[in-house]
């Protein structure tokens, strides 16, 4: 999955990157000898979260990087102004990366203004959010093939859909063009009941009504399985790829 993250980015020589809230940083691990030469990645997050893992990891493995390529982590609280006048005075980035992060922020919108300030002329802002999926369609085509009531899942679709246009109105105030970036995310399922699970953590606010009616949900899942052994759900998440 990281592999095609890294790919989607098209990380050229020479680049500066500024990785907002790098954690465990499988996408810097899991890519580490593809890095072009002449790169710099600073990485920043918080003390007590995976990057305690990465600042381990990097001594351990900076002789593999390609040449002239170096990757930093410093541990700063990326919502204090500090940081950020810190960052302003720095030789500007031409990517910026915020992966997995929004949720965990005390103020999305105050961090998504701030990379266009450190962006050099036609640099990228990459990152996710809340986002309507193709798991969510397959949900409500499913409920509707048992014979049940999809609107909680028709809900739910609608919930994040907002949310993923409420958010592109946010970026759209802060970069002169926007492109989406879909990346396939399948699933695997090896049995009905691993589905019917897979249900419930999806949308706990219905679980009664899920349990309830497992066996409808069952005997349609079977029929999925007819002439398989697993069932693939080609699911999606959504990347924006912002430009100065």
Known sequence: WYVKIYNSLCI???ERILDLGCGFAKLWRNNWTDIPS??????YDLHGSWADDF????????ECLSEGTEVSLRFEDIEKQETWNDLSRKKPYSMVIAHYLMDV???PQALVARPADILAPGGLFSVNNICSTNEHLFWIDTLKASGLNPSFAIDKYQEAKNAEEEFQTILSKYFRSITNVRLDSPLRFDTPEDLLERARKRFPQADDYLQNNKNKLITYFRTLYKDTNSIILNNDSLFWHCYK
Do not use: Y
């Open 38 to 43: 002449n790169v710099t990645i600073d990485a």
């Open 12 to 14: 050229k020589e020479g």
């Open 55 to 62: 600042a381990k990891f990097l001594p351990e493995h900076k």
């Open 105 to 107: 922020l005390s103020d």
